[in-house]
């Protein structure tokens, strides 16, 4: 285990761990500089990390039903359109199944959807599959459909199947993770599931979270479970909150501790206070699965290259930092760069709406920057707020803005956007008033106007 602090600015931020001392190393950062101290024993965890080669293709029917949930949510949403981080976070687990068969050709499976991939031949050999993999993963999933001396499921199969899930789902579950067919009923599997009920967590909600992390059923609560809980409390994560985020996050209870503390320093290298390192493991427990150098290192000094805070960007949108920088960041900075923006004008953005780089360009952002042309604001209305790429342009958009013109009024884009129906209303016939009471004053001032030239 490695315990560290770090000071910023004369200000000492408590250690994670007490009573171990060792000599300060400096890093520098964005915002200033600061001194580490670490110290080393030997910590064991799980490493949840996730990962594209150890996991088996199907086509899964429950995967299915979540991503059309999710679109169907998406199709129906008012007002607020849901984010690309939204929709895959869901996506993800169903691609995830697609990758150990097809391994480099999983790009060609995806882009033939749903159709098999066209094989080319070629005269370079075609790894075989693995007959022993194969034949642990079909015993695995027979085991799910045995049917016992009773004329009936396992029990564990059983008890899943009462708490929501369906035969398919497990067999899919199966599929990826095989070892989840032996897990027993009394030894592991309920006892984590009245473990997750006892936290909070929605009965409803368990199908959802065993499906994506299955390992989880597979560790002992009293030697991983809640120490792994505790030690995530230590650093910030809110009791109160466990349900939340285990529901947002299951992986995450299954990863090493050496892998959150890597991310825990990481935010406090980039300034971030206790605090709200505590508040972001809470309300984004993804950001333990991001890489940081890899991934968080890399984006944040790409943020920072734009002239950004990125522990204030840190603090309020810590998902956009799991997106790639080459075909997510820099295309929506080249865009705004392209239509006349300054680096100045794109970092303003960012920092006062960071959700923009988790839209789409060329299913959000165009669309909408082609609607706004037409608008009658100046392009500053963007920097100012950039809030506007986060409403549905069908929904909210082009009926306020037609709301608008049929009133013949001018309204902050802010205000036309973000008000309530009822106050965006009511803003609307203020406005109105005061234009008839202005055009009854002009007309008074040009009748008293013609009066006085009459009588001169």
């Not at 958009?397 to 008000?419: T, Y």
């Not at 609307?428 to 006085?452: I, P, R, T």
Request: hydrophobic share 40%.
């Amino acid at each position: 285990m490695r315990a560290f602090c770090a000071i910023r600015s004369g200000q000492q931020i408590p250690c994670l761990s007490k009573g171990l001392l060792t000599t300060p190393r400096t890093r520098l950062c964005f915002p200033e500089r600061l001194f580490f101290c670490q110290a080393k024993s030997d910590d064991s965890g799980i490493d949840g990390s996730f990962s594209f080669e150890a996991l088996p293709t199907t086509l899964l029917a429950a995967e299915k039903e979540e991503a059309k949930a999710v679109l169907t949510l998406f199709l129906k949403k008012k007002g607020r359109e849901l984010t690309t981080l939204e929709i895959r976070d869901v996506l993800i687990p169903y691609l995830e199944t697609l990758a150990e068969e097809h391994e480099n050709h999983i790009v060609d499976v995806v882009e033939n959807f749903p159709n098999p991939p066209v094989k080319e031949k070629t005269a370079v050999p075609i790894s075989q599959p693995n007959p022993t993999l194969d034949s642990k993963r079909l015993k695995a999933i027979s085991r799910v459909s045995e049917i016992g001396p009773a004329g009936k499921l396992r029990p564990h199969i059983l008890y899943l199947i009462e708490l929501g899930m369906d035969l398919e789902q497990i067999k899919a579950i199966t599929r990826r993770f095989p070892a989840f067919a032996y897990y027993s009923l009394e030894g592991k599997i309920k006892p984590v599931v009245e473990f997750l009920l006892d936290l909070g967590v929605p009965k409803s909600d368990i199908p959802t979270i065993i499906n994506k992390r299955p390992q989880l059923c597979g560790i002992s609560l009293s030697e991983n479970l809640i120490p792994t809980m505790t030690f995530l409390e230590n650093l910030g994560v809110d009791k109160k909150q466990w349900a939340e985020v285990i529901y947002r996050c299951p992986p995450l209870l299954t990863y090493s501790r050496q892998k959150v503390k890597s991310t825990v320093e990481f935010l406090y290298e980039m300034g971030l206070s206790a605090e709200r390192i505590g508040k972001i493991l809470t309300r984004s427990p993804n950001i333990i699965s991001y890489s940081v150098e890899d991934k968080l290192r890399p984006t944040a000094e790409y943020f920072h290259s734009l002239g950004v805070d990125v522990s204030v960007l840190l603090h309020r949108c810590p998902q956009i930092f799991g997106l790639s920088i080459e075909a997510n960041l820099k295309p929506l900075t080249e865009f705004f760069l392209g239509k006349g923006y300054s680096i100045e004008d794109v970092g303003t953005m960012i920092s006062r709406y960071g959700a923009l780089y988790s839209f789409s360009l060329s299913m959000n952002v165009i669309p909408k920057w082609e609607f706004f042309l037409t608008m009658d604001y100046s392009k500053s209305e963007l920097v100012k707020f950039p809030q506007y790429f986060g409403y549905s342009l069908e929904e909210r958009i082009k009926p306020r803005f037609a709301r608008v013109k049929e009133c013949g009024v001018s309204v902050l884009l802010n205000q036309v956007l973000s008000l309530s129906y009822s106050n965006f209303e009511k803003a609307l016939n203020k406005k109105m008033k005061k234009m008839l009471s202005d055009k009854d004053e002009l007309q008074a001032c040009s009748s008293d106007g013609l009066q006085q030239d009459s009588v001169q």
